[in-house]
């Protein structure tokens, strides 16, 4: 019988370049539309630095966010915007700190029942 290879990854989609099919369709007509419709309206003697901006806030979009690794920063733009305006979401800044003094609270609770 032949040695064939199990696949790890069942759920993988599509790459080229690197690139899944949907952010090489973004690019591409981030591109087309950049080359052709809006190089119209910028300033000749700006036409060169307009191309190179453009082509790096599309490079920019594809790449995944800072933030949240497993989304692009075109889907964190798309879900800023999508958001519930209405409904307030509390951060909380001093994580670590209030673990701390969670902990250390359950710690002079159990010498308390002792």
Do not use: C
């Amino acid at each position: 019988m032949g040695n064939y290879e199990i696949p790890k990854e069942i759920k993988s989609k599509p790459k080229l370049m690197g690139l899944e099919m949907k952010e090489l369709v973004i690019l591409l007509i981030g591109f087309f539309s950049i080359f052709t419709f809006l190089k119209d309206m910028v300033h000749t003697v700006l036409a060169i630095p307009f191309m190179v901006i453009s082509t790096g806030l599309l490079l920019w979009l594809v790449m995944p966010s800072s933030n949240n690794p497993t989304l692009r920063n075109y889907m964190s733009i798309i879900l800023f915007f999508k958001r519930d305006k209405q409904t307030y979401h509390a951060l909380d800044h001093d994580k670590k700190n209030n673990e701390k003094l969670i902990q250390l609270n359950r710690e002079n609770n159990r010498k308390g029942e002792v």
